[in-house]
Nanobody, 125 residues
Framework: QVQLVESGGGLVQAGGSLRLSCAASGRTFSRYAMGWFRQAPGKEREFVAAIGWSSGRTYYPDSVKGRFTISRDNAKNTVYLQMNSLKPDDTAVYYC??????????????????WGQGTQVTVSS
């Protein structure tokens, strides 16, 4: 069982930065791949970033590539999402998610086993 708690959301002007944190419980955190998703009102949940559990390889969609960076600190059971050059289109609730070993895709929300409660990010123009 893994419990996830996000923090770091807020209101920022376009062009600004925010860093989201996701603190995980559980001794096996290092064995989970971690992902960030977001959901804006009236839209489906969207993949934002993921990081593997072993190699630390990272994955991003084109919409955030070069602006967002995912990282993890297994000693602190925490995963981060550094968001730079924010745009109004980035406004959404951001969710942290954990995928147990054996998942088939880091891009699909259906492949994740545990979710945080979400944190609101609002980017003003």
């Amino acid at each position: 069982q893994v419990q996830l708690v996000e923090s770091g959301g807020g209101l920022v002007q376009a062009g600004g930065s925010l860093r989201l944190s996701c603190a995980a419980s559980g001794r096996t955190f290092s064995r989970y791949a971690m992902g960030w998703f977001r959901q804006a009102p009236g839209k489906e949940r969207e993949f934002v970033a993921a990081i593997g559990w072993s190699s630390g390889r990272t994955y991003y969609p084109d919409s955030v590539k070069g602006r967002f960076t995912i990282s993890r600190d297994n000693a602190k059971n925490t995963v981060y999402l550094q968001m730079n050059s924010l745009k109004p289109d980035d406004t959404a609730v951001y969710y942290c998610a954990a995928q147990a070993p054996g998942g088939s895709s880091l891009y699909s929300s259906r492949e994740y086993d545990y979710w945080g409660q979400g944190t609101q990010v609002t980017v003003s123009s």
